[in-house]
């Protein structure tokens, strides 16, 4: 049983900087793979980053160059630096960790960028 607690969301200008932050629960969290999705209205949710155990990363093409995701492993919380903000970047933003056939979510938090 793995609890993931989004934070760091709100309404940003186009162009500014946000900082997510995913505290997860568990002893073990050093071990899982972990992810930033995100859901537009009316639209799917989509992968934006993705951080392994390893610390290997990976990014959706339309974030690339713009947001960072890192991780610390003693305080058992993933980043999701966002930078260059652009209007289609607001959507709810959810955490995901996975390890072997388990996977877990958070509740998101929602990140508006408007003027």
């Known amino acids: 049983q793995v609890q993931l607690v989004e934070s760091g969301g709100g309404l940003v200008q186009p162009g500014g900087s946000l900082r997510l932050s995913c505290a997860a629960s568990?002893?073990?969290?050093?071990?899982?793979?972990m992810g930033w999705y995100r859901q537009a209205p009316g639209k799917q949710r989509e992968l934006v980053a993705t951080i392994t155990s390893g610390g290997s990363t990976n990014y959706a093409d339309s974030v690339k160059g713009r947001f960072t995701i890192s991780r610390d492993n003693r305080k058992n919380t993933v980043y999701l630096q966002m930078n260059s903000l652009k209007s289609e970047d607001t959507a709810v933003y959810y955490c995901?960790?996975?390890?072997?056939?388990?996977?877990?979510w958070g509740q998101g938090t929602p990140v508006t960028v408007s003027s």
């Open positions: 995901n960790g996975a390890m072997a056939s388990n996977e877990y």
């Open positions: 568990g002893s073990i969290f050093r071990l899982y793979n």
